[in-house]
């Protein structure tokens, strides 16, 4: 928990005879002890900012000099009436919150939030301080760290980091914030630097053990009954070797073991007189005695399967010099004060990266750490903020309502006589022992745990729960208030399951590393954490964990179909999903009825058409409590896709219900604005509100969230709907080309003979005059547009582009032997062709009659508002665009009502977005309010959308007229189509907003309910 370095608090001076007054003022606070013990709150909460802040810590109070102060008590909150019991001012402005609570309350986590909501409140606050007069909690900024003082045992070199840290002239130049910044900056670099040399030392011991040991036939005989003992076996036993040096290094600095054990070793093999063993036997006496046990070399016995006995790791050769050099240089790191479990946690997350290219070494394939396997499996390293906010909001608000339930959620009150309980003290103690026996029986799961970020979460979180329970368990008299805490947590309550066996012992070893104490065997996790195929074979039964958290894999099927192996025949399965969606269902089948579930992920799953099955699951079994979306803002830096929190519980109680909704509205919020965004900071770039869900509503459609008003507005919108457009006969997607130009990496297989952007499937009029086509080749090449020819409303005829357009039939080697020229052009471009219809088909080339004629063009993303495009010619595209073809309506009044404002409303609310940007596709398109009304009533909306079209045509065609008459300096001429230009522009823009008040008229909108749209 600690924010700061020892070394960075170290290294600065202090004025060292002030410190010494003031630890003189400090011990007559220490009189005070047994008297602040029995005293209320609001009776001490004076005395106490005078006796600590004043006399100690250099303070003037607002009652002591009401006309120059710097701590004022009970200011009110900017936002609200509520006050914090004490802020600080530096400059006239409120830079800290001081909030106290008396001796009766001794869990702080509870107060955390009052105090972070007053900090919150205050724009220029950075430093949050809670009391309860005993334990002091200073933070900076954030929830996620703190300093933690108790004051009743402080000692001198503790008080003079309270007073570094807290004391006003410290406060006034900012020293907290400038030594957190100086512990993140030395962290990130000692991280990059053991990083570094843990690397090295990895690489060069998998080396020589693959020097000495790859086609030792005596080995691979006695051990491994002749099986060769290929690289990948002599891989996974170099990263064993190295989970137990790690242990050693981490334990010898926090006193596990004798301090200084790496250089014992080193001893013990340098100056051995009778004997010749290898300094890895020397290494493997130790394990020995770190698994078993040894007295002499004053070793508990640790076991847990870590050190456990491994005949082939045993048995391998390995040279003096790599363990000696490498390992010396790792253990001059400090474990105990330097290296944090956290740091430890993200090397071993980078080390899984490392491990893989070692293996693409072994299988020689080029590596790119960009497109790693980690990164194909859709496998991202989780913020600590987001393990924090997810285990905080699903294990903790399960404790705190068993708390309530339990009549223990505020403090309990301490006993006059601890061995005489009253009845109702007695009651206390009971509901305590109730709660212990209730934590440890929480099962809580991580179904793809990867390196164990949120299990270690979850430790962290439990072991702080069991801590209070114990203080409240020995203040009621409790003579067995202490037990092996996290003995108990690792043998009951955390389990993970992961595809990659790496992986799953770094999260063992990380789950060892931050629970080892001396003389206490680690706890054995081989039935706890597991490698496995969670989808396939899930280790752990249906309707068994009180919590499911995690951050599964996101990947697609159409970029990596592995990944979905043996999964078409779930229930769950069905096209364009994407591989997560699977890890949701399974949730809600593990989790028990009012279980709770936290999964960080993609947000597009609400409206996602490969999602319809996920989304039926939830809204059957679960029940939705709170989604957090946090748009633009990319939660992780390597991978570009927008995400949510979702906290969910299996519920039947979910016809129909409320969701706390917070959605990000801007991109560039930096990462402590979105430690604000999930604290529910009240921000003009954040959205905060509850939405209804309403089960039979929303079944076999999307999920769409909006406030109350908003929703009423959607539900009338709805509600005048009459006309769907069928999703089978008159929705189509555009061609799905193999390569429609040349990118980089196709250029790099290919050569220097061809250049990036050189057309394949998709040619310029030069490179169509270049192929020189003959009469019957003609037929195949049809006219291509893009978005820049493809507008709101209108489209330009003339197309800049050709499309070669071959479907299927075209996967016959021959089928172009009666189009040569055509042939010839396709056939230099065959080794980066990947379409399944290759060697000449298109990909997807859909019905060629989609693109004849007339038709609506629907701008798939489209930035701020949706464009939807009437043309009445043949038209190719890609998929940048898809198709409404329809005879049941028309087509001119259709387009006028999805250019409308209400439409571009009802799809941000109800249709898909990714941040600013609407994703219309088929699920929307099928959804969409469309009202369709009498031929006669259609003819003011066909004509405006008429004039818009011929108003488009004549801006196109006027414009290269007008930069005729700028060249030849044509003055008249210029002016004149400047002002016509100027006309149909106004036309066009006049139309749109009179289409915009006719379609609120047809939807019968007030002027109320016509803000709400303009404002949306």
Not at 60 to 74: C, Q, Y
Not at 829 to 835: D, L, N, Y
Request: net charge neutral; glycine share 4%.
């Amino acid at each position: 928990m600690s924010m700061f370095q020892k070394s960075i608090i170290n290294s600065v001076k202090q004025d060292e005879t002030k410190v010494a007054l003031r630890w003189a003022s400090f011990q007559k606070f220490l009189e005070k002890v047994e008297y602040i013990k029995t005293v209320k709150e609001e009776k001490y909460q004076d005395g106490f900012l005078v006796d600590i802040f004043e006399n100690c810590l250099g303070y003037t109070l607002d009652m002591t000099n009401p006309k120059s102060f710097n701590l004022e008590r009970e200011k009110k909150n900017e936002t609200d009436g509520k006050k914090a019991d004490g802020v600080i001012y530096v400059n006239e402005k409120v830079v800290g919150v001081i909030e106290l609570k008396g001796q009766d309350t001794k869990n702080l986590d509870k107060i955390e939030t009052q105090a972070f909501n007053y900090h919150a409140s205050h724009s220029n606050s950075k430093y949050i301080i809670i009391s309860n007069f005993d334990e002091l909690r200073f933070y900076v900024d954030k929830k996620t760290a703190y300093e933690k003082f108790n004051l009743f045992t402080l000692n001198y070199e503790e008080f003079k980091k309270l007073h570094l840290l807290i004391s006003y002239e410290s406060i006034k130049d900012d020293v907290p914030l400038k030594l957190k910044e100086k512990t993140n900056s030395f962290e990130q670099d000692i991280s990059k630097k053991l990083y570094k040399d843990f690397s090295n030392f990895r690489t060069a011991l998998f080396e020589n053990i693959v020097k000495n040991n790859l086609g030792n036939e005596a080995l691979a005989s006695s051990v491994l009954n002749g099986e060769d003992l290929n690289q990948q076996t002599l891989l996974r036993l170099t990263q064993k070797l190295c989970d137990r040096i790690i242990f050693i290094l981490f334990a010898e600095d926090r006193t596990l073991l004798r301090t200084n054990t790496i250089r014992e070793i080193r001893e013990e093999f340098i100056n051995q007189k009778f004997t010749n063993y290898t300094l890895y036997d020397i290494y493997k006496f130790y394990f020995d005695a770190i698994s078993n046990g040894n007295e002499k070399l004053d070793i508990p016995k640790y076991n847990g399967g870590l050190f456990a006995t491994d005949e082939l790791l045993d048995s391998l050769i390995i040279d003096d010099f790599i363990l000696d050099e490498n390992v010396q240089i790792l253990s001059n790191y400090d474990f105990a004060s330097e290296i944090s479990v956290n740091i430890l946690g993200h090397i071993f997350e980078q080390s899984l990266t490392d491990l893989e290219e070692l293996q693409a070494n072994i299988d020689n394939v080029n590596f790119d750490k960009t497109k790693s396997k980690r990164k194909k499996d859709g496998v991202f390293y989780t913020p600590e903020y987001i393990t924090r906010y997810i285990v905080e909001n699903t294990l903790g608000i399960m404790c705190s309502e068993k708390r309530e339930e339990l009549q223990i959620g505020n403090g309990i009150l301490i006993p006059s006589n601890p061995k005489k309980l009253t009845k109702q003290e007695q009651q206390t103690k009971d509901n305590l022992q109730e709660y212990k026996n209730w934590l440890l029986n929480l099962k809580i799961l991580d179904p793809a745990c990867g390196s164990g970020a949120f299990l270690n979460q979850a430790l962290e979180y439990l072991i702080n729960e069991h801590k209070n329970l114990q203080n409240d368990l020995a203040l009621m008299g409790d003579l067995f208030a202490s037990y092996m805490v996290e003995e108990e947590i690792l043998e009951h309550n955390l389990y993970g399951v992961d595809i990659n066996e790496d992986a799953v012992e770094i999260a063992k070893l990380s789950l060892w590393l931050r629970t080892a104490k001396r003389g206490r065997a680690l706890t054995k996790l081989a039935d706890k954490i597991v490698c496995a195929n969670s989808l396939l074979e899930m280790p752990f039964s249906e309707n068994s964990f009180d919590v499911v958290i995690g951050n599964p894999p996101y990947v697609k099927e159409d970029t990596n179909k592995n990944a979905f192996k043996g999964l078409k025949e779930s229930v769950y399965y069905q096209g364009k999903m994407d591989l997560w969606y699977f890890f949701g269902c399974q949730a809600l089948d593990l989790i028990k009825e009012n279980g709770l579930i936290g999964f960080i992920a993609p947000n597009n799953w609400i409206s996602n058409a490969g999602a319809s099955k996920f989304r039926n699951k939830v809204l059957g079994d679960g029940k939705i409590l709170e989604f957090i979306d946090f748009g633009d803002f990319k939660v992780f830096e390597d991978a570009g896709i927008q995400t949510m929190i979702y906290i969910m519980t299996k519920s039947k109680d979910n016809l129909k219900y409320k969701v706390k909704i917070s959605k990000n509205l801007n991109k560039n919020i930096n990462s402590d604005e979105v430690l604000g965004f999930l604290n529910k900071n009240l921000n003009e770039k954040f959205d905060f509100f509850i939405s209804n869900i309403e089960k039979n509503k929303m079944l076999n459609k999307i999920i769409g969230f909006s406030n109350q008003t908003k929703e009423a507005l959607l539900d009338k919108v709805e509600k005048l709907k009459n006309f769907n457009i069928d999703g089978k006969n008159e929705i189509f997607s555009g061609i799905d080309f193999p390569q429609d130009f040349l990118n980089k990496k196709s250029k790099e297989v290919l050569g220097k003979n061809f250049n990036i952007g050189d057309g394949v499937f998709v040619l310029s009029k030069k490179e169509i005059d270049l192929i020189k086509l003959n009469n019957n080749e003609v037929s195949l090449i049809k006219p291509f547009y893009t978005t820049n020819e493809l507008e709101k409303y209108w489209g330009d005829k003339e197309n800049k582009f050709w499309t070669i357009y071959t479907n299927s039939s075209f996967k016959n080697p021959n089928s172009l032997d009666n189009y040569p020229n055509i042939k010839n052009h396709l056939d230099k471009f065959q080794e980066i062709i990947t379409s399944e219809n290759k060697p000449y088909g298109l990909n997807r080339a859909r019905e060629e009659n989609n693109f004849l004629g007339e038709k609506i063009i629907v701008k798939r993303k489209s930035p701020n508002s949706p464009c939807f495009t009437y043309v009445n010619f043949d038209c190719f595209f890609n998929r940048t665009f898809m198709i409404i073809k329809s005879k049941r309506i028309n087509l001119k009044y259709l387009t006028s009502l999805l250019n409308s404002k209400l439409i571009a409303f009802w799809l941000k609310y109800k249709g898909k977005m990714q941040g600013d940007i609407f994703q219309v596709d088929k699920e929307p398109l099928l959804n969409l309010p469309i009202l369709k009304i009498d031929e006669e009533s259609q003819k003011p909306f066909i004509k405006l959308v008429d004039e818009i079209l011929e108003a488009k045509q004549k801006i196109k065609d006027y414009k290269p007229l007008l930069d005729e008459a700028i060249k030849n300096n044509n003055f008249d001429r210029e002016i004149a189509l400047k002002k016509e230009l100027e006309n149909l522009e106004n036309i066009c823009s006049t139309n749109e907003k009179t289409i915009d008040q006719m379609v609120y008229k047809l939807y019968d909108l007030t002027l109320d309910e016509i803000k709400i749209v303009e404002n949306r």
